[in-house]
């Protein structure tokens, strides 16, 4: 592995650094959605993509003439790394810019590309990814959400559950089910909707959290045209491969709090003598070095203009994991005070109350733990494929409940 920025990545790195000092602030005790309330935090976000847009980057390594940067995915790396030092509000962007966005521009026309790409790049439009079920989650080709042609048009009925940013959203990637006759994978379509449109519901979760990110979403009677198709008819398990590969790679890390965020608050709290304590802490430490060296392989591969190792997979299952770990034994510390989440009383801000409440979240987000290590298993180590008695079995007759 090469640890060192070549002669023109280190250019660019300083390029981005003076960039970014130009426009924001860095990270200082609390983080920007802490200090404004959400209608000011998704002004700045907007504001803030839009400067991105205007310097040329927003997507470093998409085609100029869609907008992009034309440049490398190591590029794109060491942006993402000196963009992390500062306070950006990038969150409402990340699902539109990082899944939605690629797939259109994978499967949609030339009108759908000139019509969307721009405005999601320049912060004008916010997207969500409609995909997972009350009954179908890790199992997305399990879908129910039936889309009926009428003319040119589908009429869409049915329940969508933990979309993300639905609530803010404008548009939004759907997957439906358009034929039922055949085996699940084959029987699924994709389709670009307009989440202002009649007949689209949006009711925001109330998470164990505190936050409200995830939403529950209703379509009853929603007319899309053919035209706003992504793929052909039957071939949206296809389509949805792309999103969900952009999605794991999206929420392969995690924002922290890490090692260094516990054995800082353990000196603080005069904890640092247990011995059981302290070999957790190396544990973490371990962990952490080993995820960051396999991340170091990755920036290497990309640094040589080659294509990144499955190692990638192993990300989120490693930091998913770990953050759960690292909190719980944050809030066994505090003994019975760590039951309470006031940001304004609590150590750290609380952010180790929050972040394990969040943490279960991310082991389902962007595909379970289980579903990763059947991937892991069968694409990277070559092992067996689990059993699957209902590989070639219609789905209408599939027995449910």
């Known amino acids: 592995m090469d640890f060192n920025d070549t002669k023109e990545e280190a250019e660019f790195r300083a390029e981005a650094r003076a960039f970014l000092g130009k426009h924001l602030e860095p ?28 310097g040329g980057y927003a997507q470093i390594t998409w085609p100029k003439e869609i907008g992009g940067r034309g440049g490398t995915p190591m590029q794109q790396v060491i942006w993402n790394q000196e963009e992390g030092k500062f306070d950006a509000p990038t969150g409402p962007f990340t699902i539109g810019l990082g899944m939605c966005i690629p797939t259109v521009i994978a499967f949609g026309s030339d009108e759908h590309k000139k019509r969307y790409v721009g405005k999601a790049m320049k912060g004008e439009e916010i997207w969500c990814q409609l995909f997972s079920e009350p009954s179908a989650g890790s199992d997305v080709a399990g879908l129910k959400t039936r889309a009926v042609k009428d ?5 869409i009925n049915g329940q969508k559950v933990w979309t993300s940013g639905a609530h803010y959203s404008d548009y939004g990637i759907l997957l439906t089910r358009t034929d039922s006759s055949v085996p699940k ?108 060296l396999t991340k170091f392989r990755t920036q290497t591969a ?16 490693i930091t998913a994991n770990h953050l759960q770990d690292i909190c719980n034994s944050a809030i066994e510390m505090q003994d019975h005070y760590g039951i309470l989440t006031d940001s304004d ?25 289980e579903i990763l290590k059947n991937i892991i298993a069968e694409r990277v180590l070559g092992l067996p494929q689990d059993v699957r008695v209902d590989k070639d079995v219609a789905f209408d007759q599939m027995k449910s409940g």
Do not use: C
Request: aromatic residues 10%; without cysteine; glycine residues 12%.
């Open 185 to 292: 994978h084959k029987g699924l379509t994709m389709f670009i909707v307009d989440m202002k449109q009649a007949g689209v519901e949006v009711r925001p979760i109330h998470q164990a959290s505190g936050g409200r990110e995830f939403n529950e979403v209703y379509f009853t009677d929603v007319r899309i045209p053919d035209s706003d198709r992504l793929g052909d008819v039957g071939q949206g398990w296809k389509v949805a491969i792309v999103t969900l590969m952009n999605e794991r790679l999206a929420v392969g890390g995690s924002p922290g709090p890490d090692w260094a965020e516990i054995m800082a608050y353990a000196k603080e709290a005069g904890t640092m003598f247990d011995q059981a304590f302290r070999e957790k802490l190396a544990d973490w430490y371990v962990a952490a070095q080993g995820y960051k």
């Open 302 to 317: 990309l640094s040589r203009g080659q294509t990144p190792g499955p190692e990638n997979s192993i990300g989120k299952i």
């Open 151 to 155: 003319g040119d048009e589908w009429v």
């Open 345 to 369: 009383r609590m150590p750290a801000d609380a952010i180790f109350q929050q972040s394990f409440m969040w943490a279960p979240g991310l082991r389902i987000a962007g595909g379970t733990d």
């Open 27 to 54: 990270k200082g005790d609390k983080p920007l959605r802490q200090r404004v309330d959400g209608t000011e935090f998704m002004k700045l976000a907007k504001q803030w993509q839009k400067t991105k847009s205007e």
